[in-house]
Nanobody, 123 residues
Framework: QVQLVESGGGLVQAGGSLRLSCAAS????????MAWFRQSPGKEREFVTS????????SYADSVKGRFTIFRDHPKTTVYLQMNSLKPEDTAVYYC????????????????WGQGTQVTVAS
C-alpha cells in the first residue's frame, strides 16, 4: 500500500506558476506509475500527467503540454508538478495518484490517491 500526500496548492494570478508536491510512503516505487489528476466543480476528474517511476516515461494531457512538467526525486520518493503559464481554467483540486504500471489515464485504474490540494488561478 502507498500513502500519498499532496501539497503546494494556492492562489495565483493568471500567467503565474506553482509547484505541487506529492510525497509517497510505503512500498518501493520502482514498479509504480505516479500521476496527477484534477477535478473542478461540475466536471469529471481528468488526467493531467504521469511518470512511470522506474522507466521515467512521462505522459501529458494535451491541455497542459508545454506548460506543466512532472518530475521525480528518488531519494525523497516525491513527485512534483511544475505548473507554469497558469490559466483560470486550470483551477481545480489536484490529486496525486498511483498504480502499479503500466500507465493509465482512467481515474478508476489508479489505486492510491492523496487528499487533493486546491489550485486557484485568478484572472
Amino acid at each position: 500500500q502507498v500513502q500519498l500526500v499532496e501539497s503546494g496548492g494556492g492562489l495565483v494570478q493568471a500567467g503565474g506558476s506553482l509547484r505541487l508536491s506529492c510525497a509517497a510512503s510505503g512500498r518501493t516505487l520502482s514498479n509504480y506509475v505516479m500521476a496527477w489528476f484534477r477535478q473542478s466543480p461540475g466536471k469529471e476528474r481528468e488526467f493531467v500527467t504521469s511518470v512511470w517511476w522506474g522507466a521515467g516515461v512521462t505522459s501529458y494531457a494535451d491541455s497542459v503540454k508545454g506548460r506543466f512538467t512532472i518530475f521525480r526525486d528518488h531519494p525523497k520518493t516525491t513527485v512534483y508538478l511544475q505548473m507554469n503559464s497558469l490559466k483560470p481554467e486550470d483551477t481545480a483540486v489536484y490529486y496525486c495518484a498511483a498504480r502499479i504500471g503500466p500507465p493509465s489515464r482512467l481515474p478508476n485504474a489508479l489505486d492510491y490517491w492523496g487528499q487533493g490540494t486546491q489550485v486557484t488561478v485568478a484572472s
